[in-house]
Nanobody, 125 residues
Framework: QVDLVESGGGSVQPGGSLRLSCAASGYFLTMAWFRQAPGKEREAVAS???????????SVKGRFTMSRDNPHRTTKNIVYLQMNNLEPEDTAMYYCAATRAFTPEAMSPTAYDYWGQGTQVNVSS
């Protein structure tokens, strides 16, 4: 049984910040955050490979930071997505994804085997 549990979503004004968390029931070599807005396809936001090799979508570079809790632990992990200077365009359901495969900087949904239920982020004034 693999569990990915997201938390930290909510409503914030433009320019505000939120920190999303994803608690994983095991260790996964590559994890990522995706988001999906109504009527749009699911898109990658950020991924992390190993202890700290990250990749970001162009739309969030410089504003979002993905990290792991205790990156050298090989059991359970928590990954975070620190989101600063949020924009209305960031409004979406945010999903945590994971795979044990060797997939550095994977930004395609097809690269991931496990998904969380999502946490909603709303950015509006």
């Amino acid at each position: 049984q693999v569990d990915l549990v997201e938390s930290g979503g909510g409503s914030v004004q433009p320019g505000g910040s939120l920190r999303l968390s994803c608690a994983a029931s095991g260790y996964f070599l590559t994890m990522a955050w995706f988001r999906q807005a109504p009527g749009k396809e699911r898109e990658a936001v950020a991924s992390i490979f190993g202890p700290g090799r990250t990749a970001y979508a162009d739309s969030v570079k410089g504003r979002f930071t993905m990290s792991r809790d205790n990156p050298h632990r090989t059991t359970k992990n928590i990954v975070y997505l620190q989101m600063n200077n949020l924009e209305p365009e960031d409004t979406a359901m945010y999903y945590c994804a994971a795979t044990r495969a060797f997939t550095p900087e994977a930004m395609s949904p097809t690269a991931y085997d496990y998904w969380g239920q999502g946490t909603q982020v709303n950015v509006s004034s």
